[in-house]
C-alpha cells in the first residue's frame, strides 16, 4: 500500500516537473518570434500608423490578440497550439514595437531597455521562488486578479482619449504589480499541478512577463528618459 502511494506521488511530481520544464522550453523559444516581430515592427513603423487610429488600432490588436488567444487555447492538446503561440508571440510582438521605438527616442534608450530586461528576470526569480514556496490554493487570489485586470483594460483604453500623463505612470505601476502577481500565480498552478498542459501554462507565464517588462519600460521612460 505505502510503495503505491509513493509511485503514485512520485509519478505526480514527475508530471509537475515535466509540465514546468516544458513551459519554460516554450518559453525561451517564444522569445525568437517576439523579437522578430519587434524588429519587422519598428522597421514598417508600426507606432506612427497606430498614431493616426489610436483607438481603431488598439482594437485591432486586441482583437487580433484575443482571437489568437482564443486559439491556442482551443488547440492546446495539439502541436498546433504551439505554432499558434509562436504566431501569438510574433504579433505581440508587433504590438512592442510601439513601446521600444518610443523607448528607443530617449538617448538612453537601451539602457532603459536593458534595466527592464533586467527588472524583469529579477521580478520572475521573485516570484518563481515565491510560488514555489507556497503549498495552500490560490484559486481565490485569480478570480481578484482577474477583476483588476478587467478595470486596467478599461482604464486604459480611456486614457487613449484623456491622454493623461499621471493615469499612464498609475497604470504603469498598477500593471507592473498586478502582473507581477499573476506570475506567482501562474506558477504557483503549475507548480501544484492546477495546470497541466504546457502549452497554456507557457501562454499565461508568458503574458504577464511581457506586460511586466512593458510597464518597466514605461516607468523608465518617465523616470529615467534623457533627451538629446
Known amino acids: 500500500m505505502d510503495r503505491t502511494l509513493n509511485t503514485g506521488s512520485l509519478d505526480l511530481a514527475q508530471s509537475r516537473n515535466k509540465v514546468l ?3 519554460y522550453n ?6 525568437l518570434p517576439t523579437a522578430l516581430g ?6 514598417l513603423h508600426i507606432a506612427g500608423m497606430l498614431r493616426g487610429s489610436p483607438l481603431m488600432g488598439t482594437l485591432i490588436m486586441l482583437g487580433v490578440m484575443f482571437g489568437l488567444m482564443f486559439a491556442v487555447q482551443r488547440f492546446r492538446d495539439s502541436s498546433t497550439g504551439v505554432f499558434l503561440l509562436l504566431g501569438f508571440t510574433f504579433v505581440m510582438g508587433l ?32 516570484m518563481s521562488a515565491l510560488a514555489s514556496s507556497i503549498k495552500r490554493d490560490l484559486s481565490g487570489m485569480g478570480k481578484f ?11 486604459s483604453i480611456a486614457n487613449i482619449f484623456f491622454q493623461l ?9 498598477v500593471v507592473c504589480g498586478l502582473f507581477s502577481a499573476w506570475l506567482m500565480y501562474d506558477l504557483n498552478r503549475i507548480i501544484t499541478g492546477g495546470e497541466t498542459n504546457y502549452v497554456t501554462a507557457t501562454l499565461a507565464v508568458y503574458l504577464d512577463l511581457y506586460n511586466i517588462f512593458v510597464s ?11 533627451r538629446d
Open 95 to 126: 504590438m512592442l514595437s510601439v513601446t521600444l521605438e518610443r523607448t528607443l527616442r530617449f538617448s538612453n534608450g537601451g539602457t532603459l531597455i536593458a534595466m527592464a530586461a533586467g527588472g524583469t528576470t529579477v521580478i520572475f526569480l521573485a
Open 21 to 23: 520544464r516544458n513551459t
Open 216 to 226: 518597466l519600460l514605461q516607468i523608465l521612460g518617465i523616470f529615467g528618459g534623457e
Open 165 to 173: 500623463p499621471a493615469l499612464q505612470l498609475a497604470l504603469s505601476v
Open 26 to 31: 516554450l518559453l525561451a523559444l517564444s522569445m
Open 145 to 155: 486578479l482577474f477583476i483588476g485586470t478587467l478595470l486596467v483594460i478599461v482604464a
Open 38 to 43: 519587434a524588429w519587422l515592427g519598428m522597421e
